[in-house]
């Protein structure tokens, strides 16, 4: 079954680490964003002493980011399990306070990926 893995990292440092363990696994066509949480933003507005909404703003205008988010489909439960195999190494184990968050969701179409390595059942 067909299924997107998406990983919140919460070590930036760690970013490059994970990107060549997957890709090592043999994920192909890994998306990469910078994030920030609501928790973060929460946080910055504590200390800063600013209301909420406030700091939202100014956080959402900012380049400073708390998260790197990955994710990729896999059409095997083995591929699945490498990556988030190599997600619990590089972070020491997810189940560690401030590591990371890591969910799959069921894919149930791929458009537009071609390669090798690619999903290919709705071009048939």
């Known amino acids: 079954m067909r299924q997107m893995i998406i990983f919140v990292l919460n070590?930036?440092?760690?970013?490059a680490d994970l990107l060549e363990a997957w890709e090592a696994?043999?994920?192909?066509?890994?998306?990469?964003?910078?994030?920030?949480g609501i928790g973060n933003i929460r946080t910055s507005?504590?200390?800063?002493?600013?209301p909420f909404y406030l700091s939202l703003k100014d956080i959402l205008k900012s380049k400073h980011?708390?998260?790197?988010?990955?994710?990729?489909?896999v059409d095997n439960d083995n591929l699945l399990e490498k990556l988030i195999q190599a997600a619990q190494d590089i972070t020491g184990g997810l189940?560690?306070?401030?590591?990371?968050?890591?969910?799959?969701?069921?894919?149930s179409s791929?458009?537009?990926?071609?390669?090798?390595?690619?999903?290919?059942?709705?071009?048939k």
């Open 11 to 15: 070590n930036l440092d760690k970013s």
């Open 65 to 73: 980011h708390h998260h790197c988010t990955f994710f990729t489909v």
């Open 95 to 107: 189940e560690k306070p401030n590591t990371g968050f890591l969910f799959t969701v069921p894919v």
């Open 25 to 36: 696994a043999g994920a192909r066509g890994i998306t990469f964003i910078n994030t920030t």
């Open 45 to 50: 507005a504590e200390i800063a002493n600013l």
């Open 110 to 123: 791929v458009y537009g990926m071609s390669s090798d390595n690619s999903i290919t059942d709705n071009q």
